[in-house]
């Protein structure tokens, strides 16, 4: 060696290896018929602690995975209009609070009844209740259904998921901690979150379809890419500042930039960073299982029950809840909710954070969520093969 | 806050930040008529600990910065073909030698003139051999110049630049470590670094030459773009591991994957990636600026002293050994050849974790990469005038 590895040549090793993993692993599942980020999932569970060791989840990886799902959600805006979501609105709204509320109960009373604290089963609930919006519009991209009410209504519902997941870890927080709770300032917290998504969803694309042509207004850039990834990352900065989660900033600047009538050429240009980053989040995911922390029947036997109460008591909720919507698409919306994802894996590391949530149920919860994503793509695909609208699409520029 | 913001929300603030910062002063000096990596520059500087204290130069960033040169030279390389690197070759070796070499005496003479050690001074010398390729590119690229002889000329020369100054580094390391240095490591070494470029440089092209449609063929991807990102990051990840630059093994990844025919479609997908990156690394280089430790005469001295010594031993090496191209071209040659930036940055932080390199002469060395890098762009836009090629391009996508 010439000069001894730094820091950030190691970094620059972990990325080559996690991307290069993360496009074998899709690669190879392409090749067998099966989902991408399923494939990318297990690249990371290969190359993870857990297997191989090649690569550690490090706060380097977790940036990368976090603009991953980040620039999923911004790109899941650019396809999205505030009137198609004010459309499915107040369908999404049910089903995303009929969805928190049952899951986190059936969770909560599963971690009284298993002899938990209360703060413990707080944990739990919360981290059953959140659908991940990140994973289901990668799901449905796949599938080519993006643009279908059925994802829409998900991703409307999603969004409020996070939103109440995120004020329940706020509330669990409180009591895991000494001194209890502050209504005062939960009720602050959660005003502050409706404030700012109201404002940006609003207020931002009412100002650009009034005025399409500001992002185009700078010099630095002949094309609107810089000014709109730039609003992303602050938006997204913000959002994750204020304790809301990261993507809604991010989903909130896609939304806003498709307001601008210059849609299609930004699509393209956001492309290639819509392929770069994701495969980062879903790798991550896969690095994240530890298979060791499972491997005696108790932990087996608690992700078996978390999982089969995650997917029953979403399915149970949402399928009514969107029944307005017909019984197909409520079918298409209920398999939509069951994926956790990234908010469960969250929640569950701040109570792993709090002391309150042991390494055993850490590593069911993270399993859980990496199982309800996974066993959707297949039932959905099934779901929606009678559906004349699908044909392929996806991340693969 | 719903919840405290995490490392990543931290990150993703900084991101923000520096990306937003970057486009500010890009803009600001493009309305002014000047380059805007000065622009990105001088945010990095207004942004940093010297003055508005937003930002600290952080681990991550620096990964940026690094990823930032990385897709630089990724660029660069796309439009690079080995044919004309070989037409320029020969002139380019020589530029490079030569343009190494003097620098580097002239350094190792001014250090053991103001009583310096031999261990500093080699120190000196080395932070003043290296031409940035990255700067220098980025130059060229805004001038619309980047197909031009000249600058290929620059461009190779920068490239054997970099070899023989991470060489020196290497000396130098030796003789600041007790045990002086093995003679025998360094000969491996650089044989290591000759076979690295040699076998990409040659073997890459040849295959990808031989079979264009290569990167075509995995099924994870519609289009060559993630193929030729892994094969440049793990390029630049084995180039940094073997102790070599990263951005020469970005440099040969990008040349590689111009020997397809593709070219084109694929220079267009890069370039949200070659937008979105390089800002990162114009403002880390100003983040790094200590204008703290630049604050008193001596330390001025020595910064006025160094930068003149910087470009008068690279003019003066550097015109002479490009004459071969006649006159415009070795003069537009030899003023490219000497910005500095990120290489005598990166010796002058080798030498202080060495502890031969103090904090005056540190920051004295960073500021005088980036008074070179500041003074070419008006110089070379001004000789490159009567030029009939020019015409204004760049990373501005």
């Known amino acids: 060696m010439i000069a001894a590895a730094t820091p950030t040549a190691d970094a620059l090793v972990d990325l080559a290896i996690v991307l290069a993993a993360a496009k ?37 990886l977790e940036l990368f995975a976090e603009l991953g799902v980040v620039f999923i959600l911004f790109w899941v805006g650019l396809e999205t209009r505030l009137s198609e979501m004010r459309e499915v609105g107040r369908v999404a709204g049910v089903v995303g609070l009929a969805g928190v509320a049952l899951p986190f109960a059936c969770g909560m009373a599963f971690g009284l009844a298993i002899g938990e604290s209360t703060a413990t089963a707080v944990f739990i609930g919360a981290a059953l209740a959140a659908t991940s919006a990140g994973i289901t519009s990668a799901v449905f991209d796949d599938l080519g259904l993006l643009g279908s009410r059925a994802a829409r209504t998900v991703l409307g519902a999603a969004v409020v998921d996070d939103v109440l997941a995120l004020i329940l870890v706020a509330v669990a927080t409180g009591i895991a901690a000494e001194g ?36 185009h207004e700078p010099r630095f850039s002949e094309s609107p890419l810089l000014p709109a990834v730039i609003l992303c990352l602050v938006l997204a900065a913000l959002a994750a500042e204020i304790g809301l989660a990261a993507i809604i900033g991010a989903f909130l600047a896609g939304m806003i930039v498709a307001e601008t009538r210059d849609q299609h050429p930004i699509e393209r240009e956001v492309e290639p960073l819509y392929a770069f980053f994701p495969p980062f989040f879903f790798v991550f995911i896969g690095l994240e299982i530890d298979l060791d922390a499972l ?33 197909k698409d409520a079918s298409l919306v ?18 792993a954070t709090a002391a309150v949530i042991d390494d055993e149920l850490f590593a069911a919860v993270v399993a859980m969520s990496v199982v309800t994503t996974l066993l959707v793509p297949p039932v959905l695909r099934r779901l929606a093969a009678d559906d004349a609208e699908a044909e392929p699409g996806g991340r693969a520029s």
Do not use: C, N
């Not at 989902?35 to 490090?58: D, H, K, M």
């Not at 398999?335 to 590391?349: C, H, L, N, Y």
């Open 334 to 351: 209920a398999t939509g909710m069951v994926p956790r994802g990234e908010v469960g894996i969250i929640v569950a590391g701040i109570g």
């Open 180 to 215: 209890g709770f502050d209504p005062l300032v939960l009720v602050v917290s959660a005003g502050a979150a409706v404030a700012f998504i109201a404002f940006f969803a609003l207020g931002g694309t009412a100002l650009l379809s009034r005025r399409p042509g500001l992002l």
């Open 295 to 327: 491997a005696d029947g108790g932990a087996l036997l608690l992700l078996g029950a978390l999982t089969v109460i995650a997917i029953v008591s979403k399915l149970v909720s949402a399928y009514p809840a969107a029944l307005p919507l017909g019984r």
């Open 24 to 60: 074998l692993g899709d690669e190879l599942f392409k090749r067998l018929g099966q989902p991408s980020l399923v494939g990318e999932i297990f690249a990371g569970l290969l190359i993870g602690p857990s297997l191989l060791g090649l690569v550690a989840p490090t706060e380097v």
